[in-house]
């Protein structure tokens, strides 16, 4: 948070303060890391364990027999792993968690030592000498900037005299940082002496922006991979295809995935390098035009740029380290742009947390003891790091539009496109691929199932955070402490995610196919058996209470926004000076700041009593179809019962459904409408999952008479008591999916 | 030869002085601190400088400043000066050991001076030298021009800039620079 910064000449009202949130900068940085590292640490760990295997005499004949033996071997003992591993020894290649921790660690080590020599290598190799004191007309302009960018570090000048270009360079380590500028910078200062100070106090900014170390470590980062792993790999890939071809036919198409995961990493990795230094940039100008009031000399300058940035001439501009000068130009005349979030940067998250999420978890696993695979522990470091990016971006996009009076309107697509990368980084799982090798991968209906399951959970994880933020935004914009609100909303929002992603990855272990699902589930037709699988699983296995009540509260946090905007109002009315002008570059008038914090209109009460009286409704008339069937046509409800014992819930799920959809159509505004459809399922789930037994009952006891077994002529309130809460919760995670995409096509189709 | 190229960076940093001097005044006040940088290390000038990517990203403000053309176009001139003398000097000295053999004891102003155990071609003579006749200065401003627009400076600009530095060959040292060489 910037102190008292001068408002920017002209901005028109509703523009976003750049500083008053967590810049988009770090965003994108924790992406690159995150990519780099998992990268790094696996080849790394892969090739010393190769190395390691072959100096101590392995042969590549002994992986061929085991990879042989195992795929003969595994549809008799999938459900004896000890058993297998008895049959089939598979070569010792090392722990690989003991060998990738560590190549981790030297990694970072790397990293660090070259963060920390490189300003002296930089002042060394380029010659640069500390800026004369003789220069008092420089000096002083100098000391000017220095005092209007408010920093708290001390500063070195540094010139760089053979360099005739107009440039500066703020570098150097934390407590040492300097600014080298050009010799064609110090001509400037005569002149174009507005130039010149646009340029250095741009450089000043990325001090105070505190990006020189990321700027720094990126670039390090992005270099070491190169080097390090892009340019091996690009050598020895084609010699892994032909061995694997030649001695290990089987193999062929492991090394095909892995080199494909590689190289979807490695532009991850660049891409991500290159966003990231961009960002920086734009938030670069914003800081300047804070500090003078609309930075017109650096306008003039890219103005001027803007001729030379003719397409053709430059490289992409996904792969450029600075923004188009027109971009830069639109950054600086409308703060909205900084805040942007897409679905290309939650693409990229999920894409990059998806292919490396198996790694994460398995490191997560061995560190932490843990037993089970499906734990939400397991899950934490991904979720964490996806769900912490795309939760920030979505309330970054959401705080911003709702200063602009309007709504993020690209929740949708984002979340398909988080769904997306999801999906597509399952093809860098390496369990999957050596499933695949070894022909013991699921069948596509299976897999495309699964991708669903994992899709939902992505798309409606944004969704989720984009209610939240809208519903949350004027508790924000009020809080005297507004960071910590939007903290604890993307906390909830990943302790959310963790438990999704936890129970998706479980649930797609490749091996579906070789088990003998239970009745009924082996009676339903594939990928329905599988879904059901999924269902079953999370009805049988509940998770433990302590989740269970995590998930209910975060689910249900968007509801105690209206409570939170009335507490926030409170304290604002005690300590004045916060309030939504805060965030914003101009002052605005006194009805528009009020209309800003006005809490979106939720009737959670009114949804949940709707969805009480249509689940009534509903379930008066299943209870009604039941009794005519058993005196007029009974055999459909016969064949059903036979084969599917409890239809009676799937009966209840999809009415609740339906009720949900129902309220939320009934909604009149565009507003909120998938919460309110939300409430009206839980509403429904009160009394429907209680009369669709009944229902059965009376039903038999109508059909086979009183003495049945499934004859009780009272409701079964035990029954109801146990399952209902159960089905109401997991009908309302469904339609935390559905209804979300529901509104939202619905949205677009009607723009 | 350490002495050989300071005698040489001097003779050129006075005449790119004088040049800037003449044309472009208002850079003086940042000459001493470039040419220095300039000739800390000559083995850079024919190098690019490599694009910066973590700088501002602007390249469309160009500054044309004189001293950046002046000192390698300067330090051109004084190079040719002195390659030439040395071979003169090598000229002399073949001249000198054929008559030492034959016992003749003709000339002595060999490339040190006074000094008989100096190398060829390291004297004031081989820098500063004698004043150049009309076709040497011709030659050398046709070099000095060359390598002005070869760093791409204008022609018309770059017949300034040679006629520049080649009449400081001719003009008598400034009193600074003679301080500064004594």
Same mark, same amino acid.
């Given at each position: 948070?910037?102190?008292?910064?001068?408002?920017?000449?002209?901005?028109?009202?509703?523009?976003?303060?750049?500083?008053?949130?967590?810049?988009?900068?770090?965003?994108?940085?924790?992406?690159?890391?995150?990519?780099?590292?998992?990268?790094?640490?696996?080849?790394?760990?892969?090739?010393?364990?190769?190395?390691?295997?072959?100096?101590?005499?392995?042969?590549?004949?002994?992986?061929?027999?085991?990879?042989?033996?195992?795929?003969?071997?595994?549809?008799?003992?999938?459900?004896?792993?000890?058993?297998?591993?008895?049959?089939?020894?598979?070569?010792?290649?090392?722990?690989?968690?003991?060998?990738?921790?560590?190549?981790?660690?030297?990694?970072?080590?790397?990293?660090?030592?070259?963060?920390?020599?490189?300003?002296?290598?930089?002042?060394?190799?380029?010659?640069?000498?500390?800026?004369?004191?003789?220069?008092?007309?420089?000096?002083?302009?100098?000391?000017?900037?220095?005092?209007?960018?408010?920093?708290?570090?001390?500063?070195?000048?540094?010139?760089?005299?053979?360099?005739?270009?107009?440039?500066?360079?703020?570098?150097?380590?934390?407590?040492?940082?300097?600014?080298?500028?050009?010799?064609?910078?110090?001509?400037?200062?005569?002149?174009?002496?507005?130039?010149?100070?646009?340029?250095?106090?741009?450089?000043?900014?990325?001090?105070?922006?505190?990006?020189?170390?990321?700027?720094?470590?990126?670039?390090?980062?992005?270099?070491?991979?190169?080097?390090?792993?892009?340019?091996?790999?690009?050598?020895?890939?084609?010699?892994?295809?032909?061995?694997?071809?030649?001695?290990?036919?089987?193999?062929?198409?492991?090394?095909?995935?892995?080199?494909?995961?590689?190289?979807?990493?490695?532009?991850?990795?660049?891409?991500?390098?290159?966003?990231?230094?961009?960002?920086?940039?734009?938030?670069?100008?914003?800081?300047?035009?804070?500090?003078?009031?609309?930075?017109?000399?650096?306008?003039?300058?890219?103005?001027?740029?803007?001729?030379?940035?003719?397409?053709?001439?430059?490289?992409?501009?996904?792969?450029?380290?600075?923004?188009?000068?027109?971009?830069?130009?639109?950054?600086?005349?409308?703060?909205?742009?900084?805040?942007?979030?897409?679905?290309?940067?939650?693409?990229?998250?999920?894409?990059?947390?998806?292919?490396?999420?198996?790694?994460?978890?398995?490191?997560?696993?061995?560190?932490?003891?843990?037993?089970?695979?499906?734990?939400?522990?397991?899950?934490?470091?991904?979720?964490?790091?996806?769900?912490?990016?795309?939760?920030?971006?979505?309330?970054?996009?959401?705080?911003?539009?709702?200063?602009?009076?309007?709504?993020?309107?690209?929740?949708?697509?984002?979340?398909?496109?988080?769904?997306?990368?999801?999906?597509?980084?399952?093809?860098?799982?390496?369990?999957?691929?050596?499933?695949?090798?070894?022909?013991?991968?699921?069948?596509?209906?299976?897999?495309?199932?699964?991708?669903?399951?994992?899709?939902?959970?992505?798309?409606?994880?944004?969704?989720?955070?984009?209610?939240?933020?809208?519903?949350?935004?004027?508790?924000?914009?009020?809080?005297?402490?507004?960071?910590?609100?939007?903290?604890?909303?993307?906390?909830?929002?990943?302790?959310?995610?963790?438990?999704?992603?936890?129970?998706?990855?479980?649930?797609?272990?490749?091996?579906?196919?070789?088990?003998?699902?239970?009745?009924?589930?082996?009676?339903?037709?594939?990928?329905?058996?599988?879904?059901?699988?999924?269902?079953?699983?999370?009805?049988?296995?509940?998770?433990?209470?302590?989740?269970?009540?995590?998930?209910?509260?975060?689910?249900?946090?968007?509801?105690?926004?209206?409570?939170?905007?009335?507490?926030?109002?409170?304290?604002?009315?005690?300590?004045?000076?916060?309030?939504?002008?805060?965030?914003?570059?101009?002052?605005?008038?006194?009805?528009?700041?009020?209309?800003?914090?006005?809490?979106?209109?939720?009737?959670?009460?009114?949804?949940?009593?709707?969805?009480?009286?249509?689940?009534?409704?509903?379930?008066?008339?299943?209870?009604?179809?039941?009794?005519?069937?058993?005196?007029?046509?009974?055999?459909?409800?016969?064949?059903?019962?036979?084969?599917?014992?409890?239809?009676?819930?799937?009966?209840?799920?999809?009415?609740?459904?339906?009720?949900?959809?129902?309220?939320?159509?009934?909604?009149?505004?565009?507003?909120?409408?998938?919460?309110?459809?939300?409430?009206?399922?839980?509403?429904?789930?009160?009394?429907?999952?209680?009369?669709?037994?009944?229902?059965?009952?009376?039903?038999?006891?109508?059909?086979?008479?009183?003495?049945?077994?499934?004859?009780?002529?009272?409701?079964?309130?035990?029954?109801?008591?146990?399952?209902?809460?159960?089905?109401?919760?997991?009908?309302?995670?469904?339609?935390?999916?559905?209804?979300?995409?529901?509104?939202?096509?619905?949205?677009?189709?009607?723009? | 030869?350490?002495?050989?190229?300071?005698?040489?960076?001097?003779?050129?940093?006075?005449?790119?002085?004088?040049?800037?001097?003449?044309?472009?005044?208002?850079?003086?006040?940042?000459?001493?601190?470039?040419?220095?940088?300039?000739? %800390?290390?000559? #083995?850079? =000038? *024919? +190098? $690019?400088? /490599?694009?910066?990517?973590?700088?501002?990203?602007?390249?469309?403000?160009?500054?044309?400043?004189?001293?950046?053309?002046?000192?390698?176009?300067?330090?051109?001139?004084?190079?040719?000066?002195?390659? %030439?003398?040395? #071979?003169? =000097? *090598? +000229? $002399?000295? /073949?001249?000198?050991?054929?008559?030492?053999?034959?016992?003749?004891?003709?000339?002595?102003?060999?490339?040190?001076?006074?000094?008989?155990?100096?190398?060829?071609?390291?004297?004031?003579?081989?820098?500063?030298?004698?004043?150049?006749?009309?076709?040497?200065?011709?030659?050398?401003?046709?070099?000095?021009?060359?390598?002005?627009?070869?760093?791409?400076?204008?022609?018309?600009?770059?017949?300034?800039?040679?006629?520049?530095?080649?009449?400081?060959?001719?003009?008598?040292?400034?009193?600074?620079?003679?301080?500064?060489?004594?």
């Amino acid at each position: 948070m910037s102190a008292a910064p001068a408002p920017a000449a002209g901005a028109p009202p509703g523009m976003p303060h750049p500083f008053r949130m967590p810049s988009g900068t770090s965003l994108r940085f924790a992406l690159l890391i995150l990519s780099t590292s998992t990268a790094m640490a696996v080849a790394l760990g892969g090739a010393v364990s190769t190395a390691a295997y072959f100096g101590l005499g392995g042969g590549v004949d002994g992986l061929a027999d085991a990879l042989r033996c195992t795929a003969e071997h595994f549809p008799d003992t999938a459900a004896d792993p000890g058993r297998l591993s008895r049959i089939c020894p598979l070569p010792d290649l090392g722990s690989g968690t003991a060998v990738e921790l560590p190549a981790l660690a030297a990694l970072w080590l790397a990293v660090g030592a070259v963060y920390w020599l490189l300003p002296a290598y930089r002042v060394r190799r380029r010659r640069l000498r500390p800026l004369p004191d003789t220069l008092t007309g420089i000096r002083s302009t100098l000391a000017e900037l220095v005092a209007l960018a408010g920093l708290r570090c001390r500063v070195r000048f540094v010139a760089d005299w053979r360099d005739p270009a107009p440039t500066g360079l703020a570098f150097g380590r934390v407590g040492r940082r300097q600014v080298m500028l050009s010799g064609g910078l110090l001509q400037l200062h005569r002149q174009d002496p507005e130039a010149f100070r646009a340029i250095v106090l741009h450089e000043l900014a990325h001090l105070r922006n505190r990006d020189v170390d990321i700027a720094f470590l990126t670039l390090i980062c992005q270099r070491l991979f190169v080097t390090a792993l892009a340019l091996p790999m690009a050598v020895t890939a084609p010699f892994a295809l032909l061995v694997a071809v030649v001695l290990m036919p089987g193999g062929l198409l492991y090394q095909l995935l892995l080199i494909v995961t590689q190289c979807a990493l490695a532009a991850t990795v660049v891409l991500t390098g290159t966003a990231v230094l961009r960002s920086r940039e734009l938030y670069a100008d914003a800081r300047v035009a804070v500090w003078t009031g609309g930075a017109h000399a650096l306008r003039r300058m890219l103005t001027a740029q803007q001729h030379l940035d003719r397409p053709g001439r430059r490289l992409p501009p996904a792969l450029r380290p600075h923004p188009a000068a027109a971009r830069r130009l639109a950054a600086l005349s409308d703060t909205r742009l900084l805040f942007g979030f897409g679905p290309w940067e939650a693409f990229g998250l999920a894409l990059t947390c998806s292919l490396v999420y198996q790694q994460l978890a398995r490191w997560t696993e061995e560190a932490a003891r843990l037993g089970s695979s499906g734990s939400p522990l397991s899950a934490a470091v991904p979720a964490v790091l996806l769900g912490g990016g795309v939760a920030m971006g979505v309330w970054r996009a959401t705080l911003a539009a709702r200063l602009d009076g309007d709504r993020w309107r690209g929740a949708h697509r984002t979340g398909l496109a988080m769904a997306a990368g999801l999906v597509m980084g399952t093809f860098g799982d390496q369990v999957r691929s050596t499933a695949l090798a070894l022909g013991l991968a699921d069948s596509l209906p299976v897999q495309l199932a699964w991708w669903l399951v994992l899709g939902a959970v992505g798309y409606g994880y944004v969704r989720w955070n984009a209610a939240t933020a809208r519903l949350w935004a004027p508790a924000v914009l009020a809080a005297r402490r507004p960071l910590r609100l939007v903290a604890a909303g993307c906390a909830a929002g990943v302790a959310l995610l963790s438990v999704w992603l936890a129970h998706a990855y479980a649930a797609g272990s490749p091996g579906f196919d070789l088990l003998t699902p239970p009745r009924p589930l082996n009676l339903l037709p594939t990928p329905l058996d599988y879904l059901g699988y999924v269902f079953s699983t999370a009805f049988v296995l509940p998770p433990p209470a302590g989740v269970l009540a995590l998930v209910l509260l975060t689910a249900t946090l968007p509801l105690a926004a209206p409570l939170a905007v009335r507490l926030s109002r409170r304290s604002r009315v005690r300590v004045p000076g916060t309030g939504p002008e805060r965030f914003l570059l101009r002052p605005l008038p006194a009805a528009h700041a009020a209309a800003l914090l006005a809490p979106p209109v939720l009737r959670p009460a009114r949804a949940v009593v709707q969805g009480a009286v249509f689940g009534a409704a509903a379930g008066l008339g299943l209870w009604l179809w039941h009794l005519c069937c058993a005196v007029v046509l009974p055999g459909p409800i016969v064949r059903l019962g036979a084969v599917v014992t409890f239809y009676p819930v799937a009966f209840a799920v999809l009415l609740q459904l339906a009720v949900g959809f129902v309220v939320a159509w009934r909604q009149a505004t565009a507003e909120l409408r998938a919460v309110h459809g939300v409430l009206g399922t839980l509403g429904a789930g009160l009394p429907l999952p209680l009369a669709a037994f009944t229902a059965r009952a009376h039903f038999a006891c109508l059909h086979w008479g009183s003495g049945h077994l499934a004859c009780r002529p009272a409701p079964d309130l035990e029954l109801a008591l146990t399952t209902t809460p159960l089905i109401t919760v997991w009908t309302t995670a469904l339609a935390l999916l559905l209804l979300p995409a529901w509104t939202g096509l619905r949205d677009r189709a009607r723009r | 030869m350490g002495g050989a190229q300071d005698g040489a960076a001097e003779r050129a940093r006075g005449l790119a002085r004088e040049a800037v001097r003449q044309l472009a005044p208002e850079e003086l006040a940042l000459f001493e601190e470039t040419a220095a940088a300039y000739f %800390d290390d000559p #083995r850079q =000038e *024919g +190098r $690019r400088t /490599r694009p910066e990517p973590l700088g501002i990203g602007i390249d469309a403000v160009l500054i044309g400043t004189l001293t950046q053309f002046a000192l390698p176009v300067a330090a051109a001139v004084v190079s040719n000066i002195a390659t %030439d003398a040395l #071979r003169r =000097e *090598g +000229r $002399r000295g /073949r001249w000198w050991r054929r008559s030492r053999r034959t016992g003749g004891a003709e000339g002595g102003g060999g490339g040190g001076g006074d000094n008989p155990f100096a190398a060829p071609g390291t004297g004031p003579a081989a820098v500063a030298g004698r004043p150049p006749g009309p076709g040497e200065l011709e030659r050398l401003r046709r070099i000095a021009h060359d390598r002005a627009t070869a760093l791409g400076l204008p022609p018309a600009q770059a017949q300034l800039l040679a006629d520049a530095v080649i009449g400081g060959l001719l003009a008598p040292p400034a009193p600074d620079e003679e301080e500064n060489a004594s």
